[in-house]
């Protein structure tokens, strides 16, 4: 029969026909299940098979499907109509996905059409008028400086939002390109109709745009929006963990600082008047070991069963993201909900985000390393140590009893009517499974101390071994890990026992709820550890790290490309993304960004340079007469030519460095005499970064000892920030785990890893580095990079083509602190 009278050719080429008709053939005539690939008129002409025969499963189907595709199955008795089951995924499919749900034949010459394909049209924007040198934005804002570099950006993006093609744009500082991406995203959304999702790397851009580019946006566009940050379930208060704090004595307050219990006091009060629940209420930075008591966290949420569920704020947080047109996020969150898409579909309702049509990347520069460390997976002592106790204590340390979650959970059955076997089960908690804790904690204590004792070699810091299949694990390693293991699946084998017996006892405070999260916590652990152990998996690299000093160790199983994960589970998905960045074209070419990101398909590329006068404000000093950073000296040998520049510059100046030990070993060496200058010194890590920034901006002749972090993301405009040394190109250091095996994947490839990866990792490093010197067009200062290699290695040019000025300077030391001495003083 013809369903809904339509030929076959008019919505499967002759090729797709042929092409079902052989695999349905190779199946025995049983059913095939096909995913259909449309082309722009509507006809498939590619198609993927899903399933075959019986042996299939709803879910996985509409898992595998993506939007405005279309499913396709034969009947192999040649009756077309569909059943109800066929009905159920056809509408599924076309409500959440817009998809299409064909039946055919097994000669694939008859067709049925369950539902029609529906091709969303996309509506076309024109941004023009608000950027043009007499357009809405210099209208409602008479401060407003009309920029062509901005009105290119914005066109550019314009341009692939229209055509439906993924864009991506290096935007140079002072492009304004918040606004150059955000007037059109919003424009596209409402004439569409569909949500967007707006990510950065840094709070400090996340914050721009709340406070400074949105509320701008809300004037001059025409059409109202609702834009909110998305914020972290951990950020949000859970009420049925306040009740239980408030009216139970469930903590121990003798391992608390006074702080800590003033904290703990506050935070029962806020909970008794708050809206929100979002914890940046709070008018103090609370301690993370006393929000951990009060926080919502999904493994141990109750659900539908929770008492509270009426009242939870982070339910309520999730209705406002649903209402929201543009949605604020940062690179950790999007790749938490991607990886929940992954795992039960693009389009899941339970996902972090709700449903969305275009995805912005700003700081695009950061997805790579991002989404690295977000798939991979890890073990350590600390997170080991730390759920252990939080089920029962047994460190050594005196504690209050019961405040443990088995010790809460045993009070509570003792507590309650009769159930099954009430008496066995509470002697079992209290004996047998306080027993097999207990065993589990030393095994796993003997592991990782093992690990230090094993891995670190005398050293007292932090060291990162791969490991690999080939390595010479020692005997004891190997009786550690498999002693380790037995316990953890008598532990768990007992722990599940009882768990079955008591499932149906009721559970009103959710204190058996909490108990089993922690033991599904411990389960996940335990998997974690065994897939890492195994070494089995060639897409992984597999590393130790152990530091003595803090007494801690993990192992951790990193992805070694994330390009094929992004293909499948995003790109395919989303036919609308910008990715943005000062910082993501070699040169002109954006082909090692896209390569390592996986994005394979045709984009449309553009690179804008920065509206600065680059050869006006800056002057970059590039040293000829010092050391080789290899050389032994090369610390000793700049040392005084770093304090020459230091004092002309009368501090006000960033010095990056590639290691903590190479930043270390020349703030003390120089510490005395700066300060006997009148300078004020600032380290990493002395203060969290934001506020180590905040004192260097009030800091009388500033100098800031910074790497990895301070390379990118501060921005402080002025003249108290006038200089900028680099102590070393910032190469990835080619013993690190991840960095090694990499390399190796590139000469597998017969590619030559030095030019292919590591040259462009360091040169978007150096960019961003260099990039925090002018940060607006009055902005004047220098330069210094005391690395020879830029002009002694035929590499240099790369890093030398990177530099925004052509007021370059190769000199000897000492002509470069009478250079500096003539341009301070102009």
Known sequence: MKGKEMRIEEKLTLEVRTLMKKEIEASGGNEVFFRGLPNEEGIVDEVKVLARGNKYSVPAILKAMKKEEVIIHNHPSGYLFPSDADIEIASIYSNKMSGGSYIVNNKVDDIYIIVELYQEKNISIDIGPYFEKKGVLSRVFPEFEYRKEQLHMAKHIENGLNIEKKVIVEAGTGTGKTLAYLIPSIEWSLKNKKRVVITTNTINLQEQLLNKDIPIAKKVIDGDFKYTLVKGRGNYLCNRKLHNMAVG????????SLIQKNQFKEIISWG??????????????VDGNVWEHFQSESDMCMGNKCPFKEECFFLKARDEKKRADILITNHHMYFSDLAIRKEIGFDSEYSILPE??????????????VARDYFSYEVSKYGFTKVMNQIYATDGKKRKKGSGSLDILINYLKGIGNYYDKENIEKELENDIKLKHKNLFKSGQDFFNGLIEIFSKG??????LRLRKETNFTEKFEILKDNFIVEFISYLKGVYKILKNIKEVEDKEGYITEFTRYIERLNTFLENFKFINDLGDEKYIYWVEVNGRKNNSK??????????????????????IVFTSATIAIGDSFKYFKESIGLKEETLDKVIHSPFDYDHQMKVYLPKDIPDPSDRSFADGIK??????????????????????????????????????????FVQGMAPRTQLVNMYKCGKNPVLFGTDSFWEGVDIKGEQLSSVIIIKLPFKVPSDPVTEAIIENYSKQNKNAFIEYQIPESVIKFKQGIGRLIRSKSDRGIVTILDTRVI?????????????????KVLNRKEIIEDISIELED
Not at 249 to 256: H, I, R, T, W
Not at 562 to 570: C, F, N, P, R, V
Request: proline content about 2%; hydrophobic content about 35%; aromatic content about 14%.
């Open 272 to 285: 008794g008047y708050t809206d929100t629940g979002d914890k940046a209420e709070l008018t103090f930075e």
């Open 249 to 256: 004595e469930v903590v121990d307050f003798s391992e608390m």
């Open 640 to 681: 005084g030519f770093l304090v020459d520049i230091l004092e002309k510059s009368k501090g006000k100046t960033f010095l990056l460095f590639t290691s903590y030990s190479a930043l270390n070993y020349m703030y003390y060496m120089v510490r005395d005499e700066l300060e006997e200058k009148g300078m004020e010194l």
């Open 555 to 576: 192992l951790v199983a990193t992805p070694l490309k994330i390009d094929d994960e992004l293909s499948k589970h995003l790109y395919e998905n989303l036919k609308e």
């Open 356 to 369: 969305y049509g275009l995805a912005v990347f700003d700081e695009a520069h950061n997805i790579e390393k």
């Open 792 to 808: 002694n290695k035929k590499y240099g040019k790369y890093f030398i083509d990177a530099i925004p000025t052509k007021n370059i």
């Open 459 to 464: 050293q007292m810091g932090s060291l990162s």
